[in-house]
């Protein structure tokens, strides 16, 4: 049986910092649905947010503290909805 923590937490201030297209810092950061060198997937606190480039690599991941660094070439960021809703990132980010 998993342990759900119900506990309420605070909101996650998120900001997004990209140096030169081959650093990127975000915080605010929920949840990583899914990465690839192509594509990262996440879950902020200003909704979904999908990173599009090339040999990207997760170098430092604290869910606890919300900070992602991600390294490689970064060709887009793309937001989808900031409320939101169950189900998988792709639903939400398609309004389905």
């Known amino acids: 049986m998993a342990f759900e923590d119900n506990r309420a937490r605070p909101a996650l201030s998120h900001h997004v910092i990209l140096e030169e297209r081959e650093q990127l810092v975000i915080s605010g950061v929920e949840e990583v649905e899914s990465f690839d060198e192509s594509a990262i997937y996440l879950t902020t606190a200003q909704g979904g947010l999908e990173i599009q480039g090339e040999d990207l690599h997760i170098e430092k991941l ?13 060709n887009a960021l793309i937001y989808g909805e900031e409320h939101r809703e169950r189900g998988g990132f792709l639903a939400r980010l398609f309004g389905g």
């Open 62 to 74: 604290s869910l606890d503290g919300g900070d992602l660094k991600v390294e490689g070439r970064v």
